[in-house]
C-alpha cells in the first residue's frame, strides 16, 4: 500500500519484559521463618532458666558432660596391645574403666542459705500471726468498752473493770471498789453485780478462738497476816466465774487453767490491802502459730 508524503507508517513495539528478579522471591520468607524460630527458641531458653532452680541446671550440665575415661588403660593399639595393668597381675582383662560421676553434694553455703531461709519464712509468720492476734485483741476490747457504754447497768460499773494487753495476752480484770465489792465477804458466790459483768465479758471472750486462764486474788489484811484460807478462797471464786463464763457460752474446753493465787499477786504493790487487789483476772492467751517441724 503507497503512503503519501505527508503519511508516515505507525510504528507499535511491543517489549516484552522477562521475569527478572527471582531473586524477590518467596525466599525471605524461609528467612524471616528461621529467625522467628531461632528468637522463639532464644527467648524459650531464657524462660527456662530463669525457671529451673540451680540444682536442676546442674543436673542437666551434668546429664550433657561427657563421660571421663580413665588414662591409665588403654585399649587396643597401646604397648600392651588390647591388655592392660590392673591390681591382680602384670596383665589383666583387656577392659576399659570408666569413671562413674556421681552427683556433687550441696555445698555448705547452700545448705545455710536454705536453713536461713527457713528461719526467715518462720519468722515473718511468727510476726503476721502475732499482729493479727493484736488487732483481734484490740477489736475485742473496743467492742467491751462499746458494750459497756450503751449499757446502762454496764456504765455504772465500767470503773471495776480494766483491760490492758500483757505477755501473756490480753487481760480483763474484774476489781472490787470501795462499797462496790463483787463478793460478799468471805464467800465464794458472786453476786449480781459480778454476774452482769462476767456475762458482758463471756460476749467478748466468744468472739475469739482464744484460751484463757481465770485466777482469783485476794487483798492482804490490816494486820499482815496471811490467812491459809485465802488461797481456798481465791480458787474458789475463780471457778465460781468460770461457771458463770461456761453457762454464757464459753466452751469447756476453752479454760485453761484456773487458779488462786490469794495476795501473793497486788494490783497495787505499795498499798497491798486496797479492795482494788480483790479481783478476777481472765487473760485471752497469746496462742502461738503451728509451725511445720524442723528437717
Partial sequence: ?????????????????????????????????????????????????????????????????????????????????????????????????????????APKDTVQQGASSQTAADAALKDAMAKREAQAFQSAAESLRQAMQKLPELAELSKQILIDQTPEGLRIQLIDQEGRSMFEAGSARPNDRARVMLRAVSQVVNQLPNRLTIAGHT????????????????????????????????????VYQVSGKADSDPLYPDDPTLAGNRRIALVLLREA???????
Fill in 219 to 254: 487483798s492482804a489484811s490490816d494486820d499482815g497476816s496471811k490467812p491459809a484460807t485465802d488461797w481456798q478462797l481465791s480458787a474458789s471464786r475463780a471457778d465460781a466465774a468460770r461457771a458463770i463464763l461456761q453457762n454464757s457460752g464459753v466452751g469447756a474446753d476453752r
Fill in 289 to 295: 502459730p503451728v509451725l511445720p517441724p524442723n528437717p
Fill in 1 to 105: 500500500m503507497a503512503f503519501g508524503n505527508g503519511d508516515r507508517p505507525i510504528i507499535i513495539k511491543k517489549i516484552k519484559k522477562a521475569g527478572g528478579g527471582a531473586h524477590h522471591g518467596g525466599a525471605w520468607k524461609v528467612a524471616y521463618a528461621d529467625f522467628v524460630t531461632a528468637m522463639m527458641a532464644f527467648f524459650l531458653l531464657m524462660w527456662l532458666i530463669n525457671t529451673t532452680s540451680p540444682e536442676q541446671k546442674r543436673g542437666i550440665a551434668d546429664y550433657f558432660a561427657p563421660a571421663s575415661v580413665s588414662a591409665s588403660t588403654s585399649g587396643s593399639g597401646g604397648i600392651l596391645a588390647g591388655t592392660s595393668l590392673g591390681d591382680q597381675g602384670a596383665k589383666g582383662e583387656g577392659t576399659v574403666k570408666v569413671v562413674e560421676r556421681t552427683a556433687p553434694e
